[in-house]
């Protein structure tokens, strides 16, 4: 088992930025895959971005890449997204995923899930 909790949403406005954090327990962290992604009500899980154990790759949305960055620390069992130049259509919920065996952009392929943090970029 794998848990996760988020942190670092908020309330910004547009071109602000924001850094979300994820910590996870339970299982060696750094032999996991991680990813984010984000939810707005009535809409499909959107994923954002991710990073393979050892984080020597990672893989963005095509819309976010260049403002969106996912990194790591295994040392602090944490993983981040750096997020700039903020959008209204940025706002969502923002969930951190695990995953000890793939590294996937599918969100149906993560195992493990934290509760989410409200990020919420007015205009």
């Known amino acids: 088992q794998v848990q996760l909790v988020e942190s670092g949403g908020g309330l910004v406005q547009s071109g602000d930025s924001l850094r979300l954090s994820c910590v996870g327990s339970?299982?060696?962290?750094?032999?996991?895959?991680l990813g984010w992604f984000r939810q707005v009500p009535g809409k499909e899980r959107e994923f954002v971005a991710s990073?393979?154990?050892?984080?020597?790759?990672?893989y963005y949305a095509p819309s976010l890449r260049g403002r969106f960055t996912i990194s790591r620390d295994d040392a602090k069992n944490t993983v981040y997204l750096q997020m700039n130049s903020l959008k209204p259509e940025d706002t969502a919920v923002y969930l951190c995923?695990?995953?000890?065996?793939?590294?996937?952009?599918?969100?149906?392929?993560?195992?493990?899930w934290g509760q989410g943090t409200q990020v919420t970029v007015s205009s």
């Open positions: 995923a695990a995953d000890p065996v793939r590294h996937s952009m599918t969100h149906y392929n993560y195992d493990y």
């Open positions: 990073i393979k154990w050892g984080g020597d790759d990672t």
């Open positions: 339970g299982q060696t962290f750094s032999a996991l895959a």
